[in-house]
């Protein structure tokens, strides 16, 4: 397999562009699948060894490393600082510094070099560079005015905006280019993209699923622009008084959207990936806002196409919604992962906030996530399966019981689709 190679000795050199086009071809070709195991930290402290050895997919790994040199040195200026303190500093200043100086030459890689030669990228191209600015609330990004902040997560920040022009409310979702510095990076935004640009809207919106409007770029940031809509369904459940009848008819709304929602990305040949409470967002009707009449799916960021081999073998996902074929590595139709994850949505919209801690949640934080282990034991998560579907059949709807019922199979050959699902009455308005 060809590696990527990064050619950099000190902060103002340039990269070798030539070195990587084999590479870059691979990665095509194999839709990102181009991934080697890390070095060990001690290759950071030669910077030549460093650049020589490392393909483009693991650097982020060694800004972790650098974090955790960084919390050593903390913790030993505070307990001796005379016992190696200065050594453990100056280290972690030329190790930062020759990270940076290939995060740069990386960045340029991956979010320049690559979108502009290679036509399979050519979704990520930024046509057009704007401001980015300082990000605070009141200044402009582009024609996009901030409003406030309304979330974030490990790739960057959604903001809430006002384009020029416009009175409608948006949101601009910001990832940061710096800290998506693996080819798995870029190749999960060319699909996001494509799934939710390239499509037509109207079509997107009729299978409830919130489409990008727009893609901006800055010298920084790639940005989405999205429609500004609802709440998430995590934070609706928390919230509204809803009542037994209404709280059923709503969880069965959401259910058949999102079947709906799924049927279509798995048409396209994708897999969402995580499917959770608080990537589904609900809009409310009537004086007290309980009853539910639109919903859409958001949040593609780990979108991964059904024919990728490399992508399905990853660990990802939420704990608590991961279907147990991610869990040991042992993925082989992509569709079924979001079926089981929508099955503990469903779940965990029908039980109380302690019971489903308690009896689902716990099990599975037995789990060894990080194992990968096609042997590992699964016991905890089969007796929540059996706990669950017990008292589910004690304490609810039929319909519901059913759901969760098929969408919690262990084996994932005998879990269906999202195609298969069998949703009863609860089609029925």
Known sequence: MVRCWIIAADEDSSVDFSRISNAVETLVNTNGGVHHANEPLCNLLDTNRLLRAHPIVSITTEFDELEKLAKRKKSLRQQDPESGYQALAEMYTKTRKELHAVSRNLSKILWDWIPNRFDEFESLRAHQLVNPGDFSLGSHFGEFLLTAEIGSGCSGTIFSCKKRGETRSLALKMMNKRKLLTTKSIVRAKSEIKLLLDQDPHVLHRRNILPILEVI?????????????????????????????????????????????????????????????????????????????????????????????????????????????????????????????????????????????????????????????????????????????????????????????????????????????????????
Not at 392 to 409: C, M, Y
Request: charged letters at 20%; hydrophobic letters at 40%.
């Open 217 to 429: 770029h800055s010298s920084t940031c790639m940005t989405y622009a999205m429609e500004r809509f609802g709440t998430n369904f995590l934070e609706f459940s928390m919230n509204a008084n809803e009542g037994i009848n209404v709280h059923d008819k709503n969880t069965m709304k959401v259910t058949k959207a999102i079947c709906d929602a799924l049927q279509y990305v798995h048409s396209l040949g994708y897999a969402h990936r995580d499917i959770k409470s608080e990537n589904i967002l609900v809009r409310a009707a009537s004086a007290n806002g309980i009853h539910i009449t639109d919903v859409r799916l958001i949040d593609f960021g780990i979108v991964c196409r059904l024919d990728d081999e490399t992508a399905l073998g990853e660990m990802c996902g939420t704990p608590g919604f991961i279907a147990p074929e991610v869990i040991t590595r042992q993925v082989e139709d992509g569709r079924k992962v979001d079926v089981w994850a929508l099955g503990c949505v469903v779940l965990d919209r029908s039980v109380d906030i302690d019971w489903f801690e308690n009896n689902w949640f716990t099990p599975n934080a037995h789990l060894n996530y990080g194992d990968g282990s096609a042997t590992q034991d699964l016991s905890p998560l089969q007796h929540a399966v059996f706990n669950s579907l017990q008292f589910l059949g004690e304490n609810n709807d039929a319909a519901v019981f059913d759901f969760v019922r098929q969408a919690l199979v262990l084996d994932p050959t005998q879990r269906p689709n999202a195609d298969e699902l069998t949703l009863g009455w609860m089609l029925q308005p």
